[in-house]
T-cell receptor, first 117, second 113 residues
C-alpha cells in the first residue's frame, strides 16, 4: 500500500528560528501533497496544497511567507516554518495523492509535533 | 462556508457492541466521502470511503451509509474492540478540488472492556 513518511516526528525549537518538516511518499509518486495543521482536540485544517514542480496554493489566512512549501520531486515535499513563535506550536500532518493512482484515497504521514519555546 | 460536522463529540460503548458515528455535511457538491481514524499522536488512517453515487459500502467490520437527501453520513463499527478507541473524522471532497478534504470536528470513541 501507499506509505507516506514524515520527519521529524517531534521537534522543539526556540522562538525566532526556522524548522523544516519533510514529507516523503515511499512507494508511489505523489503529484500532489497537502499540509494540514491540527491544534489539540481540534480537527485538521488544510494549510496548503503542494504541487510537484509548481508553487503551492495556500488556504485563506495562511501566510505563505511564513510557511514555505517546496515540492521539488515526486516523492518529497517540505514545509518550513520560518521565524517560529509559540503560537505556531501544533501538530503538522501531510498527505499525498497521485494522479497515477487507480482510485482516490489520501495517505497521511504520521505527523510532526512542533513545540516552539 | 461549507462545513462538515459531527453530531456527537464523544461516544462510549461496551466492548462487543456496535458503534454508530454520525456526520452531517453541508456542501451538496461533495461527491466523495472518507472516514478516518486517528489515534493519539498519529496521523489519520483511512478506514473506508464512499462516492456519492452509492448509499452504502461495507468493509471489514465497518459500514458507511450515505444519505444525500439529508446530507448525512454514518460509520458503523461492528463488534467494537478496545483497539477501535480513537478519534473518528469524516471528510468530504469535491471532484473539482480533488484531494482538498474538509474534515469534520471528530468524534472520540471510547470502548470500555
Amino acid at each position: 500500500g501507499a506509505v507516506v513518511s514524515q520527519h521529524p516526528s517531534r521537534v522543539i525549537c526556540k522562538s525566532g528560528t526556522s524548522v523544516k518538516i519533510e514529507c516523503r511518499s515511499l512507494d508511489f509518486q505523489a503529484t500532489t501533497m497537502f499540509w494540514y495543521r491540527q491544534f489539540p482536540k481540534q480537527s485538521l485544517m488544510l494549510m496548503a496544497t503542494s504541487n510537484e514542480g509548481s508553487k503551492a496554493t495556500y488556504e485563506q489566512g495562511v501566510e505563505k511567507d511564513k510557511f514555505l512549501i517546496n515540492h521539488a520531486s515526486l516523492t518529497l515535499s517540505t514545509l518550513t516554518v520560518t521565524s517560529a513563535h509559540p503560537e505556531d506550536s501544533s501538530f503538522y500532518i501531510c498527505s499525498a495523492s497521485s494522479s497515477r493512482a487507480s482510485s482516490y484515497g489520501y495517505t497521511f504521514g504520521s505527523g510532526t509535533r512542533l513545540t516552539v519555546v | 462556508g461549507e462545513s462538515v460536522g459531527l453530531h456527537l463529540p464523544t461516544l462510549s460503548v461496551q466492548e462487543g457492541d456496535n458503534s454508530i458515528i454520525n456526520c452531517a455535511y453541508s456542501n451538496s457538491a461533495s461527491d466523495y466521502f472518507i472516514w478516518y481514524k486517528q489515534e493519539s499522536g498519529k496521523g489519520p488512517q483511512f478506514i473506508i470511503d464512499i462516492r456519492s453515487n452509492m448509499d452504502k459500502r461495507q468493509g471489514q467490520r465497518v459500514t458507511v451509509l450515505l444519505n444525500k437527501t439529508v446530507k448525512h453520513l454514518s460509520l458503523q463499527i461492528a463488534a467494537t474492540q478496545p483497539g477501535d478507541s480513537a478519534v473518528y473524522f469524516c471528510a468530504e471532497n469535491t471532484n473539482t478540488n480533488a484531494g482538498k478534504s474538509t474534515f469534520g470536528d471528530g468524534t472520540t470513541l471510547t470502548v470500555k472492556p
